[in-house]
C-alpha cells in the first residue's frame, strides 16, 4: 500500500516534443505529490509538487495533472529540450508521518537534438 | 548559501567491515531524512529525524544499520558488518517543516558505498 508505481522505465523523446510520465498509488493517505529531477552523480531537485485538492498545476514547461479518483498523476513536459535529459521521480508522502516520501522507480528520459 | 553536504563522496569497504557516512543539513533545517538508491531503482526512506528524535526508523533494513543526530545538525549513519547487498547510494535531504505545509526537502550529492 506505501508503493507508487512509475511508467514508462526509459523514454526517448525528440526537441520540442512532450515528455509524458505516469504514476500511480494506492494509498489514499497520501497528500503531498512531488517530482524530482536527478542528474546523474547529483542529488534529486524538486521540479514541482502537487496536492490532491487540485487537478493540475503548471510551472513554466513543467505540468502535473491529478486524478483523485483513479490515484493517478503524470508530469507533462512541454517543448523538450535536450537539457530536460535526466532521470525524473514521482513521489508520495503520507500525512502525519513527517514528511517521509516515498518514491517511484524513476524514468530515464532522453531528448534528441 | 550551503546546500546539505555529504562525506564521504565515494567509500569503498570490504565486507564485514563497519562504515559511517555523515550528513551536514542546510543550517537551521530541523527534519532530516536519509534515503538509499540502489542501481538502477528509485529512492527507499531509511529513517526521519526530527531534531534529535528519529520518530520513524522504520526504514531501517536491519539491526546493521543505526543513525544518530547531534545538536540537531550532522547526523552519521552506521553500518555494521557491511554486506554486498549494502552496496548502494546513501542520500541525505535536509527541510524546515512549517505548521500545515509541507516544505521542500533538499537532497546532498549522495555517498556511493561499494562492498566488495
Known amino acids: 500500500q506505501q508503493q507508487v508505481k512509475q511508467s514508462p522505465q526509459s523514454l526517448i523523446v525528440q526537441k520540442g516534443g512532450i515528455s509524458i510520465i505516469n504514476c500511480a498509488y494506492e494509498n489514499t493517505a497520501f497528500d503531498y505529490f512531488p517530482w524530482y529531477q536527478q542528474f546523474p552523480g547529483k542529488g534529486p531537485a524538486l521540479l514541482i509538487a502537487i496536492r490532491p485538492d487540485v487537478s493540475e498545476k503548471k510551472e513554466g514547461r513543467f505540468t502535473i495533472s491529478f486524478n483523485k479518483s483513479a490515484k493517478q498523476f503524470s508530469l507533462h513536459i512541454m517543448d523538450s529540450q535536450p537539457g530536460d535529459s535526466a532521470t525524473y521521480f514521482c513521489a508520495a508522502s503520507p500525512g502525519n508521518q513527517g514528511g517521509k516520501l516515498i518514491f517511484g522507480q524513476g524514468t530515464e528520459l532522453s531528448v534528441k537534438p | 548559501g550551503a546546500g546539505v553536504s555529504q562525506s564521504p563522496s565515494n567509500k569503498v569497504t570490504e565486507k564485514g567491515k563497519d562504515v559511517e557516512l555523515r550528513c551536514d543539513p542546510i543550517?537551521?533545517?530541523?527534519?532530516l531524512y536519509w534515503y538509499r538508491q540502489s542501481l538502477g531503482q528509485g529512492l527507499e526512506f531509511l529513517i526521519y529525524?526530527?531534531?534529535?528524535?528519529?520518530?520513524?526508523k522504520s526504514g531501517l533494513p536491519s539491526d546493521r544499520f543505526s543513525a544518530e543526530r547531534t545538536g540537531g545538525s550532522v547526523s552519521t549513519l552506521t553500518i555494521q558488518r557491511t554486506q554486498q547487498e549494502d552496496s548502494a547510494v546513501y542520500l541525505c535531504?535536509?527541510?524546515?517543516?512549517?505548521?500545515?505545509?509541507?516544505?521542500?526537502?533538499?537532497f546532498g550529492p549522495g555517498t556511493r558505498l561499494l562492498v566488495l
Open positions: 535531504a535536509s527541510s524546515h517543516p512549517s505548521p500545515g505545509r509541507r516544505e521542500t526537502q533538499y
Open positions: 529525524f526530527q531534531g534529535n528524535s528519529a520518530p520513524d
Open positions: 543550517s537551521g533545517h530541523t527534519a
